[in-house]
């Protein structure tokens, strides 16, 4: 956030992660800025900051955002889900159990944004075809794996979560 | 800056009817935001919108369809109702950005953002759209064609909120798409994208083309002259009448067009080409 423009607070109450919160965010701040500054949850990253790449993608009720770029007074009375949301008591899900397999990790910066995104496909379509993976990828940058190894632990995911 | 959250059309009003110029309406916020983020844009007060109910809705209205203006892109990329009246704009949607941005962009935002290259509006101008504007004096309607005004620049009044789109559905024996030409196949502008609608009369004979341009000049806009060369001739015997057009197509791309106006005038042919002949297999398919 520019330190020269005066902005005024907004009052946001969000739930993150099931927790409910109210705060008081910057007019101009954007949903990631609150989600990592505010709230400590550094999962969703900043790279491009300009809405392009995907690493910050969170679920904001249910659909894939680019938290760089989203204002979080839009945010207020909505339900937002980050990465540090998706491993319950300690137990990865299905999805990052594949990514754990499949070696979809490398520099990892991309992951959280990568998981969120196929979190929500995987919610919404019950077996995803390889060809709806990759439309559902096309917003987030990965810059090591070549997206292979992304593609078939979703496709695996899927399966597993069908059967 | 201050954030305004107005929770009806009669507050949206009101606050521009406060701020006037100083205000600055925010949706799904996926241009204004990075405008203000990189310093482009320095309005007094953000006026969000996005929590306003009864702007998200599609209905037919007398068969008419009625498109809310906070309809977002996934919406309209996904509805049932827009896939089978008016599936270009289904398609426009789908190419807009990537899921990230269609959750959250809307259509009013892409129609009074007006960037040159914008997806939706071709496929909008073929179904004639009307636009319903509201401000604190009362309520307008005005034709798509008519409000756009050039790259970023339209006839919206800063105390007017876009309320509405009217769209004329797609007819029996027709049928449309939208087709872009882009750098990487999502996540990206268009160089240029085009939209046709094709009515068939029985005999064969095309009766009904209209066709509109994003990325060809300052503003998305209908090409007449390449609609008059389409017109009257016969669907399945002629394909010759479709490499006239785009060649119609590609003169059209103005003087004063974006940079890299001779690449746009090179690949309008081709894109016109896939478009036609999958409108045309689409008829045909329906047993025309």
């Given amino acids: 956030m520019p330190a020269s423009r005066s902005e005024q607070n907004v009052t946001v109450r969000l739930v993150v992660n099931d927790r409910a919160h109210e705060l008081e965010a910057d007019a101009g701040e954007t949903l990631l800025a609150t989600l990592r500054d505010r709230l400590g949850l550094t999962g969703p990253k900043e790279a491009c900051g300009e809405g392009e790449c995907g690493a910050c993608t969170v679920l904001v009720d249910g659909g894939p955002v680019a938290s760089c770029i989203l204002a979080a007074g839009s945010t207020n009375g909505r339900a937002v889900r980050t990465v540090e949301g998706l491993a319950g008591a300690g137990d990865l899900t299905t999805l990052q159990q594949a990514f754990v397999r499949h070696a979809a990790v490398q520099c990892g910066y991309c992951t959280p944004g990568v998981l969120m995104v196929l979190t929500a496909l995987l919610e919404k379509v019950s077996e995803p075809t390889e060809a709806e993976v990759r439309q559902a990828l096309a917003g987030n940058i990965c810059r090591c794996t070549g997206y292979q190894q992304i593609v078939e632990a979703a496709v695996d995911a899927a399966r597993a979560v069908a059967s | ?288």
């Avoid at chain 2, 949206?12 to 983020?37: C, F, K, N």
């Avoid at chain 2, 599609?58 to 599936?87: C, E, K, N, Q, Y």
């Avoid at chain 2, 990537?98 to 009074?112: E, M």
């Avoid at chain 2, 882009?182 to 083309?209: E, K, Q």
Wanted: some cysteine; aromatic content about 4%; proline content about 3%.
């Fill in chain 2, 1 to 288: 800056m201050r954030f305004c959250r107005v929770r009806s059309v009669a507050e949206a009003v009101d606050e521009l009817s406060r701020w006037g110029t100083e205000g600055r309406i925010l949706a799904g916020g996926t241009d204004v935001m990075p405008q203000y983020l990189r310093g482009e844009q320095s309005p007094a007060v953000l006026i969000d919108i996005s929590g306003i109910d009864g702007l998200g809705g599609i209905s037919d209205v007398g068969g008419v369809t009625s498109i809310g203006a906070l309809v977002t892109m996934r919406r309209l990329a996904t509805a049932s109702l827009i896939a089978l009246r008016h599936p270009a704009l289904s398609q426009a949607a789908a190419a807009v950005g990537a899921w990230q941005t269609q959750t959250v962009a809307t259509l009013g935002g892409n129609i009074c953002t007006a960037a040159a290259t914008a997806d939706t509006l071709p496929a909008l101008l073929i179904a004639d759209a009307q636009l319903t504007l509201v401000s604190k004096s009362g309520r307008r309607r005005i034709g798509l064609e008519d409000f756009l005004a050039g790259s970023g620049a339209t006839a919206l009044r800063p105390t007017e909120l876009l309320r509405a789109v009217e769209l004329e559905p797609l007819g029996e024996r027709s049928s449309e798409g939208y087709l872009k030409v882009a750098r990487r196949s999502a996540m990206d502008l268009a160089v240029v994208g085009l939209a046709l609608r094709l009515d068939v009369a029985p005999s064969g004979v095309i009766d009904g083309v209209r066709i509109a341009m994003c990325g060809g000049d300052q503003s998305a806009h209908r090409v007449s002259a390449a609609e008059s060369a389409l017109l009257g001739t016969r669907l399945s015997d002629d394909p010759g009448a479709f490499g006239e057009v785009g060649a119609v197509l590609a003169d059209a791309v103005g003087s004063a067009a974006l940079p890299e106006a001779q690449y746009r005038r090179r690949v309008l042919p081709g894109l016109f080409d896939r478009l036609a002949r999958r409108c045309a297999g689409e008829i045909a398919g329906a047993g025309a």
